[in-house]
């Protein structure tokens, strides 16, 4: 493996990569399934429902295939809750919001068929509306358990001062008719030990409540499908929960559905040198994979080391003019030539709903892949997509 590095043959797809048009993001739908197919596995051994959170994975074009598996889709926005609606026919549809603009509120009640609140003030602000309907919704508030594992201030639902949820204080618990369900959030990226002592917090706090309620919604923040994720444990909270409230439970995932599941393959454009050795590419991290320079992160890219592992190191820069548009360190046991592809791995998450086309860079091209199909392009963008939201 050590020569040719940049040996692309270790992506496992059956297509000439050096014809790829870049950048391009490839979603292997392979592994879309064998993502479906372990969240299915949840929902068979506990009864529960999994929602796709579109806020990490918004290819609609995938929806059907989702959707012979998954119960429905969630929304953070009438937008998302529209394309869940639309696109995977016949599922559940179900939005939360910090708050609910009045103006999209009737076209939410037309299509949503479970809305959760952030406040009782939103509740009792919408609810008469809701009752008016003649569709059936099911309604829910966010709680707040004030217990979360997550380090960083900026994922994390329950630092001091949130505005996402409701809080034990805040809870104003003997009106509750008309709600029937309850929602937390409080996870990123974590395993089920996490969920069992927030579970162990909300059981404490909120059970009074839960008693009274149809369903519980887990939010979402569960890596289900990562390898070391422990599916038994997830499988004894759910139970656990069910059996003692006698409630539905839901789950709201959306990075588990794409984890690891597709790719973004780019070209090398040039190579300048100050102090080490840059490689300009045709991607950028600052439109292409937000999240690199957001969160921050440094993604895999196949056949590459950390840098200095392998003789030949670069730092993989961006073609905006963002001094920062900086995607990482990495090295190889080749030299890289211009035109080379390299391809970044797990970039169907985050990269597409967050895409933006700063200083004009044009946005990537999106795939999905099929042993039947093989490489079926879904969507090229032009100059006309960065004009439409100018003006
Ligand atoms: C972000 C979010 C999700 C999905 O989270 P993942 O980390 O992608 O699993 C689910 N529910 C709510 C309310 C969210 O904000």
Redesign the pocket.
Known sequence: MDKNIQNFRTIDLNIDISKLPTPIYIVDERLIEKNLKILKEVMDKTGCKILL?Q??FSMFSLYPLIGQYLSGT?A?SLFEAKLGYEEMKEKEVHI?APAYREDEFDEIISICDHIVFNSFSQWNKYKNKIKASAKKIECGL?INPEYSEIETDIYN?CFTGSRLGITLENFQGNDLEGIDGL?F?T???QNSDVLKRTIEVVDKKFGKYIKKMKWINF?????ITRPDYNIDTLIECIMYIKNKYNVEVYL?????IALNAGYLATRVLDFVKNNIDIAILDTSAACHMPDVIEMPYRPKVIGAREAGQYPYTYRFGGLTCLAGDIIGDYSFSKALQIGDILIFTDMA?YTMVKNNTFNGVNLPTIASYNEKDGLKIIKKFGYKDFKERLS
Do not use: L, Q
């Open positions: 959170a806020k990490a969630t953070s939360y966010r639902p929602h959030h996870m990123c990226e939010g979402g923040g569960h890596h709201e995932p959306g990075e588990a998450i």
